[in-house]
């Protein structure tokens, strides 16, 4: 990846974004589904993802889980704080890491 970058163009250092890299657990077998990457809280993520309604292979998991009467755990699992968009390629490449990693430990990762 090739990031635009000018020496003309000033870094903002006093705006500091926390990103948080996270997973979504099945709280019964503890088997982790998906890994994701937000700016939001927790929680307010996480109700992003139950109200979703797209067709994808994280959807039918978190409606398996609904149907139990369970929710999705949601944990994050690095939290990176980053001082301008250009520190963001770095939180996706955290994010593709951590997909990397529990796809070859054996977790059902459903992201694409």
């Known amino acids: 990846m090739v990031l635009a970058y000018s020496p003309e163009i000033r870094l903002?250092?006093?705006?500091?974004?926390?990103?948080?890299?996270?997973?979504?657990?099945?709280?019964?077998?503890?088997?982790?589904?998906?890994?994701?990457?937000?700016?939001?809280?927790?929680?307010?993520r996480l109700s992003g993802h139950l109200s979703d309604n797209n067709n994808s292979e994280?959807?039918?998991?978190?409606?398996?889980?609904?149907?139990?009467?369970?929710?999705?755990?949601?944990?994050?699992?690095?939290?990176?704080?980053?001082?301008?968009?250009?520190d963001k390629a770095y939180v996706s490449e955290r994010e593709i890491f951590w997909m990397k990693h529990y796809k070859e430990i054996g977790q059902p990762i459903t992201n694409s």
């Open 12 to 44: 903002q250092h006093s705006y500091i974004a926390k990103y948080y890299i996270y997973i979504l657990r099945d709280p019964k077998t503890r088997i982790i589904f998906y890994v994701g990457q937000t700016m939001q809280e927790l929680k307010t």
């Open 58 to 86: 994280k959807m039918e998991a978190i409606k398996r889980i609904l149907e139990t009467g369970e929710k999705p755990i949601i944990e994050a699992i690095e939290t990176i704080s980053v001082k301008c968009y250009i």
